[in-house]
């Protein structure tokens, strides 16, 4: 198990605006972003915490101990030609989800929605140097990384979020999982990375191109 204990530079904002719904608002007043982000900047603690697992793709199971069976065709299908996989989880803290409650209770409506939008992107930044640190680890193995995949996706059922925390620690981060299987604090990812034989290549498509809600108001494509 490694802990990360990340930085936020900077929140992308464009980000920010599409998770809160507001990617085609032009004229939306830029102040109320940058309040946000840079709100988060000071409230986020950004965490993540990676281990590395054999992985038998002919039984579909995680070689942690006690084994974890991978459930859904999906998630099955995006690691099907793996012969590792890394689990890893991710947080920004639980002081930028109370500050958009505040915010909430206050009547302050656009300022928490900026908030709470600003902090799914800090997660998500997060994610994304984690995914990469992974990433660096496999090419010095002469391996290929997948693209990172959530319990949520596809048909991978949130109930696997409480076997997957359990098996990489993320208590260490205090990143726990309730008993409705939803993570908490809530501005936190877990996901799991196959590591592919280096000629091989993945047919399953990523992220917003694999979801069928083209109408979605978050969608990147």
Same mark, same amino acid.
């Given at each position: 198990?490694?802990?990360?204990?990340?930085?936020? &530079?900077?929140? *992308? @904002?464009?980000?920010? @605006? =599409?998770?809160?719904? $507001?990617?085609?608002?032009?004229?939306?007043?830029?102040?109320? +972003?940058?309040?946000?982000?840079? /709100?988060? $900047? $000071? %409230?986020?603690?950004? @965490?993540?915490?990676?281990?590395?697992?054999?992985?038998?793709?002919?039984?579909?199971?995680?070689?942690?101990?006690?084994?974890?069976? !991978?459930?859904g065709k999906t998630v099955r299908d995006h690691l099907a030609k793996s012969t590792k996989v890394y689990v890893m989880g991710?947080?920004?803290?639980?002081?930028? /989800?109370? =500050?958009? /409650?505040?915010?909430?209770? #206050?009547?302050?409506?656009?300022?928490?929605?900026?908030?709470?939008?600003?902090?799914?992107?800090?997660?998500?930044?997060?994610?994304?140097?984690?995914?990469?640190?992974? *990433?660096?680890?496999? @090419? #010095?193995?002469?391996?290929?990384?997948?693209?990172?995949?959530? &319990?949520?996706?596809? *048909?991978? &059922?949130?109930? +696997?979020?409480?076997? %997957?925390?359990?098996?990489?620690?993320?208590?260490?981060?205090?990143?726990?999982?309730?008993?409705?299987?939803? %993570?908490?604090? =809530?501005?936190?990812?877990?996901?799991?990375?196959?590591?592919? &034989?280096?000629?091989?290549?993945?047919?399953? #498509?990523?992220?917003?191109?694999?979801?069928?809600?083209?109408?979605?108001?978050?969608?990147? !494509?």
């Amino acid at each position: 198990m490694a802990i990360y204990n990340g930085m936020l &530079p900077v929140i *992308n @904002k464009a980000e920010v @605006k =599409r998770y809160a719904g $507001l990617r085609h608002a032009e004229d939306f007043p830029t102040q109320y +972003v940058d309040e946000a982000c840079k /709100e988060i $900047l $000071l %409230l986020a603690t950004p @965490k993540g915490v990676y281990k590395e697992y054999d992985y038998d793709a002919e039984t579909f199971t995680i070689q942690s101990n006690p084994p974890l069976l !991978v459930e859904g065709k999906t998630v099955r299908d995006h690691l099907a030609k793996s012969t590792k996989v890394y689990v890893m989880g991710v947080t920004v803290g639980e002081d930028v /989800e109370l =500050r958009s /409650e505040e915010l909430f209770k #206050k009547g302050n409506y656009t300022v928490g929605l900026l908030i709470d939008a600003a902090a799914t992107t800090a997660v998500e930044q997060v994610a994304d140097q984690v995914n990469e640190v992974i *990433n660096n680890i496999a @090419k #010095k193995q002469g391996y290929k990384p997948t693209w990172r995949f959530s &319990p949520g996706y596809g *048909n991978w &059922p949130l109930e +696997v979020q409480k076997d %997957l925390a359990n098996i990489i620690g993320t208590e260490e981060i205090g990143l726990n999982v309730t008993d409705n299987h939803l %993570l908490f604090p =809530r501005k936190s990812v877990t996901a799991i990375i196959g590591f592919m &034989p280096g000629d091989e290549s993945l047919p399953t #498509k990523r992220g917003c191109t694999s979801c069928s809600q083209v109408d979605c108001s978050s969608r990147k !494509v």
